[in-house]
């Protein structure tokens, strides 16, 4: 077991920092909010002495100072949100005056409370949910929700359909997906899925042994240092996939882990070659070697792999070393689209909930 | 001479090998009083050998048919013939596509003679009418306007041409089958329709046993058939799945068989409750629903008993045709897991390996990637008499099973199952009845395409003498109690008298 290192003093004060601009920023927006209040009943009073012109240049700046006011006021959002949040608070309150502004208000003030409020932690009570995708594969850690396809309240053809869709998903999707339809009750969703399983396998399988005769072959090539950058890559993927995908069990996922490992390992040793450190972290981490784990994390960092894929295992690799208070700092850096899939949503919550109380 | 029952075959017996074909030949020879005329109904020629079985004294009529022919030699040519005469088959068509039961047993008999009034008969409607006569045409448009637009029309054409290919074919079968006192089917399906034709034509009474349920096992085959999703974009995530109506009108038209061989048949027989209550929920007639399960020849497998050696052989077979649905991979990864823990252990895989040749190849090449050819060997076709007493256990590791006749031969030579939770294998293992479940364990019973629990299992067997000798009691007592080949004899034997006119 590798030793757990304390948590430095330098990442708690980056933590304390961003939480007071979250704060901050809560507050500007609280003030613009009261502004465009006061904006407006400006704008009102001069409409009632004849001053148009005046009243809606004040108009304009209750319009542009709720908007800025909301964005702030509920910080941080995804940009998408922030968006539709934007435009919403400029139709409302630019083309309802006054009962525009008071209805967004209503809206933002109570968000703007729930979001300053710190929930206490209750560590015992609150499951923490395991963020390695191993948690994926047995679909627990969320629970089943009502809009859940495979659901088993959904009827069972819906059910077939969905399964059915998640033939043409990426695997990393597809395959904890399909690894649930397995326990289904209805046996025709069952043997779908297992048809399913199986045609991926023989699939990856097929294309390892045609990436292993391109390997053989890349010596007597035109350009065999491209050839083989590209037939480890391949490996590393096809090895990571089989694992992955359960296809493999027992001692033979450690080796075919391995395996991967080596292949991605031999594939980032070409210049430029990123995407083969990604799979060598994870086949690392699968296999709990988190000195290597950390040592191609460190490469991947040298080699300006983005912060936002690299962050998930950056979490994991702090979570198994024990250095807890690193794990949100990790998962900060994950892209707002990662950050709010709802699996990646709730883990996120609760590091980031921990490393707030 | 008219023979006493005409077996109604659909790609089984007597040119497949397999636990339906083992069960026909079982009936057969069970009953050597009553003669039996075999008609053998096959899609292709080239997936069909010579026979698989020698056929008993009592078979006195065997005849072929493939349903591929029912689109051969048809040069397409002009052929004048008016659409009203399709009249018959549209009202066939209603009764096929009738869901809810609304058409009552009168009116689709009713249907069902005139259409077979009509079909292959010379001033009738044959099959080249239905190809290419114009009249047809506008059949096909309308039904197309009517109910399936804007699916690709030219889909819809000639899946609309597969599928009556074979209806005009049977109807011409049923006019030249040969007599006999009752008719009885071996599945819905093309077989359940050529029974429902003999049923009217004939008025002779249909028997049904259904092993799989034919309709689900349809289903299941199209919702995975790749060259359907190959008709819409491969990217498409639609959970509508709306590029394949070829899909749902394939499935709609195999249920519609399905019912109307269900309100033709009577009884309708199940070999357990699980398919009793699958059949209810796809339109048979409760009252006319019974279960018979299957029974083994207890005495033939007397000798495998005792021919066993007084240790346990460290050796686990798969009793089985080497096809996905016995899915020989996860058996092969249990063994592997097996053969972690105890070295010495071996695997045996007793089943044809030609009907499938590319999943043979994968299974191979499986065994070849984890280093198990010294220890997992493919045997082919063997005499199970001669291989259980060779056999530790039995495992069964298939992903949709009905009743496996393997498992109860298991059971009479003494051999404890390690099985899937599929169909019937849970109640032959645990018991289903008070009196049946008091005596015990027969095996282990795990959940399908899990090679870890398979193996688990089984090694926990292996490694506890008291415990398999507790499981071997168990299943000696229950398949002679419960699953005995004469109960089951002495069933048909009456359900054939009741049915053959007196």
Sequence with gaps: MEPRTPPSRERISDKEQSALARRFARACGLSLLAGAALAELFAAEALWHDAVSRAVFLHFVCVAATTFGVALALAPMPREDALFVAITCVALVGCLPGTGFIGVALVALPCWFERGRARPLKLIERPMPSFSSEALEGGGALGISSKDPLSHTVEVENRVAAVKALRNMEATRAIPLLRRALTDPAEDVRLLAHAILDRRERNVRAKLEQSIALLASADASPRPNDVKRRAHVELASHYWELAYGGFVSGDSARGVLELAAEHAIAASAHPGERVALLIAIRAFLRLRQLTNAERALSRARQSDVPAALLAPLRAELAFLQGRFSEVDDALSSLSPLSSQKPYVAEVTRFWADRGSS | ?502
Aim: net charge negative.
């Design chain 2, 1 to 502: 001479m008219p023979a006493d029952i005409c077996l109604l075959l659909e790609g089984t017996y007597p040119y497949v090998r397999g636990g339906v074909s083992s069960w026909v030949h079982q009936i057969i020879r069970g009953l050597p009083e009553l003669t039996f005329a075999l008609v053998f109904i096959g899609g292709s020629r080239k997936d069909y050998g010579e026979l698989k079985y020698e056929l008993a004294p009592n078979v006195v009529h065997l005849e072929t048919h493939y349903l591929e022919d029912s689109l051969r030699d048809t040069k397409p040519h002009p052929v004048q013939f008016e659409g009203k005469r399709l009249e018959e088959v549209r009202a066939f068509h209603r009764a096929l596509a009738d869901y809810q039961g609304a058409v009552s047993k009168p009116e689709l008999d009713t249907q069902l003679d005139t259409l077979l009034r009509t079909v292959e008969q010379p001033d009738g409607v044959n099959r080249e009418h239905f190809l290419f006569g114009s009249g047809s045409w506008d059949f096909f448009r309308e039904v197309y306007t009517r109910s399936h637009a804007p699916a690709p029309f030219l889909d819809f054409f000639w899946t609309l041409r597969l599928m009556h290919g074979p209806i005009f074919q049977l109807a011409k079968i049923a006019a030249q089958a040969p007599e006999a006192g009752a008719y009885h089917t071996i599945s819905t399906g093309y077989a359940g329709l050529l029974g429902a034709f003999l049923e009217r034509r004939r008025g002779r009474k249909l028997i049904l046993s259904e092993h799989g349920i034919y309709t689900k096992e349809r289903k299941i085959d199209l919702n995975q058939a790749d060259w359907i999703d190959a008709l819409r974009p491969r990217r498409s995530l639609d959970l509508e799945d709306q590029g394949s109506s070829t899909r749902r009108l394939w499935i709609r038209y195999f249920e519609g068989l399905g019912k109307l061989t269900y309100r033709s048949a009577d009884p309708i027989i199940a070999l357990y409750a699980g398919n009793r209550a699958r059949q209810l929920q796809d339109g048979a007639d409760p009252a006319r629903t019974r279960v018979v399960v299957n029974g083994v020849d207890v005495k033939q497998f007397e000798p495998a008993l005792r021919a066993r050696p007084s240790e346990v052989p460290l050796t686990i077979g798969l009793v089985g045709r080497v096809v996905p649905i016995k899915d020989v991979k996860t058996f092969i990864r249990a063994m592997h897991f097996v053969i972690g823990v105890i070295p010495s252990c071996e695997g045996l895989i007793i089943g044809g390996a030609d009907e499938d040749p590319s999943y043979a190849e994968e299974c191979t090449a499986l065994v070849r990637s984890l280093g198990l050819e010294e220890s997992v060997r493919f045997l082919g076709h063997q005499k199970v008499i001669d291989m259980f007493p060779k056999l530790g256990l039995l495992m069964l590791s298939s992903i949709s099973e009905a009743q496996p006749l393997a498992v109860l031969e298991a059971f009479a030579s003494g051999v404890p199952c390690v099985v899937t939770d599929v169909g019937a294998c849970r109640e032959q293992i645990e018991g289903l009845t008070d009196d049946d479940r008091a005596l015990g364990l027969a095996g282990r019973v795990v959940p399908f395409a899990d090679p870890e629990a398979l193996g688990r299992a089984a090694v926990e067997l292996l490694e506890d003498p008291q415990r398999w000798r507790d499981c071997q009691a168990a299943g000696l007592s229950r398949v002679r109690s419960f699953y005995t080949q004469e109960s089951m004899i002495d069933a048909y034997r009456d359900i054939y008298r009741k049915a053959r006119p007196t």
